[in-house]
């Protein structure tokens, strides 16, 4: 099983060189995650009235389901990017980004067994990364309009992309409660990502704190 994770880390864009460990946790491997290659630009529909929202907390590595202010379910052990996390992060430092976002698609095929993917970079990321010289002003002006029009952000400027909450495919679950391995999704075990597909659609809002 950690070859597993070892040969799907391997073909990643971004091989890490080395990862940041969560608390009371060892020096982590070289390990990657890799989200499906090209999501479709599907709408983002804003699901927070009353319906199940998610709270990921990433000083004590749990994923929260809420209804309002209701605990449906909580998951521990999970796993965040190699790099740490950030309010904006860049293509490749495996940061898991903070933030306010939605899911934007679904994949019940990853390689992660699934995939819920982000409307990431948001508005917010978006002009956090333009005042810091981090992308250009057409692709400023572009991130705004697509998600003005409630559509996918572009996924390969300098702020990555194909950010999401998956499973652990073939991996190893001792592996995965060990490390944080991602390079900037929130992975969860297999059991734990089909548990909370029950709470999850299209629309839904993903606050990661």
């Known amino acids: 099983m ?6 799907m880390a391997a073909q990643a864009a971004d091989v890490p060189a080395s990862a940041t460990p969560a608390p009371a946790r ?4 070289q ?6 290659a090209q999501p479709l630009p599907m709408a983002v529909v804003d699901a927070d009235d009353g319906k199940p ?14 209804e309002r202010d209701t605990v ?3 998951f521990d052990y999970v796993a965040l990017g190699r790099g740490g996390v950030g309010e904006v992060r860049t293509s490749g430092d495996g940061k898991t980004p903070l933030g ?5 698609w679904i994949n019940d095929n990853s390689r992660f067994h699934i995939f819920f993917g982000l409307d990431y970079p948001n508005l917010d990321v978006t002009e956090k990364a333009y005042k ?12 705004k309009n697509l998600l003005a029009h409630k559509q996918l952000p572009l996924q390969d400027t300098p702020l990555g992309g194909q950010i999401g909450i998956h499973g652990i495919g073939q991996g190893d679950v001792n592996v995965h409660r060990r490390y944080n391995w991602t390079q900037g999704c929130v992975a969860l075990t297999n059991e734990q990502v089909e548990q909370l597909a029950n709470w999850v659609e299209v629309g839904t809002r993903v606050v990661i704190r």
Do not use: C, F
């Open 53 to 66: 929202w998610i709270m990921v907390d990433t000083r004590q590595q749990t994923l929260t389901v809420y």
């Open 132 to 143: 810091e010289n981090l992308i250009s002003k057409d692709v400023y002006e572009l991130n």
């Open 100 to 104: 306010t976002y939605h899911i934007a």
């Open 2 to 7: 950690m070859g597993t994770l070892l040969s």
């Open 26 to 29: 060892v020096e982590p491997l």
């Open 31 to 36: 390990l990657a995650a890799i989200p499906p």
């Open 72 to 74: 449906l379910k909580k």
